[in-house]
């Protein structure tokens, strides 16, 4: 078992932080590969009450955290294709439906407390698709299962949703990754 160390002025162990604003993360998730997840308070949208952002901080004394973009989990879906192509597209498939059954977030105390309802199931099925050197399934499924709700908070948003249908449409040869990797490019419409 490894010890991680992480920049002592973002996570003590238990919480992470951000310095500016100063915010300690409202729920943090620390990965098996130490990987640490925050939630912050967001500001965006409809219902910027109830927005959040997520935060990474990778292992490292120098780290600091910041959002991930969709391009890391993409890109690791994409790495794994090679060798798991139909695993990868069952687990695209899960979060398409999870995108259609799920909902938004009603109240500030609800998403406060909410409780991760994927990661389980991913992490146990899929286990055998881990590779070294890539993002571990652990954290692409928090992090598209958060964003799956709160894109719902929005009325009319579609980007998350239409990121997902664009890898399942490459998965099944009927676009090119480049369209994969343009659909996960911040303000892509």
């Given at each position: 078992?490894?010890?991680?160390?992480?920049?002592?002025?973002?996570?003590?162990?238990?919480?992470?932080?951000?310095?500016?604003?100063?915010?300690?993360?409202?729920?943090?998730?620390?990965?098996?590969?130490?990987?640490?997840?925050?939630?912050?308070?967001?500001?965006?949208?409809?219902?910027?009450?109830?927005?959040?952002?997520?935060?990474?901080?990778?292992?490292?004394?120098?780290?600091?955290?910041?959002?991930?973009?969709?391009?890391?989990?993409?890109?690791d879906l994409l790495l794994?294709?090679?060798?798991?192509?139909?695993?990868?597209?069952?687990?695209?498939?899960?979060?398409?439906?999870?995108?259609?059954?799920c909902s938004p977030f009603?109240?500030?105390?609800?998403?406060?407390?909410?409780?991760?309802?994927?990661?389980?199931?991913?992490?146990?099925?899929?286990?055998?698709?881990?590779?070294?050197?890539?993002?571990?399934?652990?954290?692409?499924?928090?992090?598209?299962?958060?964003?799956?709700?709160?894109?719902?908070?929005?009325?009319?948003?579609?980007?998350?949703?239409?990121?997902?249908?664009?890898?399942?449409?490459?998965?099944?040869?009927?676009c090119h990754h480049t369209?994969?990797?343009?659909?996960?490019?911040?303000?892509?419409?």
């Amino acid at each position: 078992m490894s010890v991680h160390v992480y920049n002592p002025k973002y996570f003590d162990g238990s919480t992470l932080r951000q310095l500016s604003p100063k915010l300690a993360a409202y729920k943090t998730y620390v990965l098996q590969d130490g990987t640490v997840l925050g939630l912050f308070q967001g500001n965006r949208g409809t219902n910027a009450h109830l927005d959040f952002k997520i935060k990474a901080l990778f292992p490292g004394v120098d780290r600091k955290p910041a959002p991930p973009p969709h391009m890391f989990w993409v890109v690791d879906l994409l790495l794994k294709i090679a060798n798991y192509r139909p695993e990868v597209r069952e687990i695209v498939e899960y979060y398409i439906n999870f995108y259609k059954t799920c909902s938004p977030f009603t109240n500030v105390q609800q998403r406060d407390n909410y409780a991760l309802v994927t990661v389980d199931h991913i992490t146990k099925t899929y286990v055998h698709i881990e590779q070294p050197e890539t993002l571990p399934l652990e954290y692409v499924a928090i992090v598209v299962e958060l964003f799956c709700i709160n894109e719902k908070r929005n009325t009319g948003a579609y980007m998350f949703k239409n990121l997902l249908e664009t890898l399942r449409d490459f998965i099944d040869g009927k676009c090119h990754h480049t369209d994969v990797l343009k659909a996960a490019e911040p303000g892509y419409r």
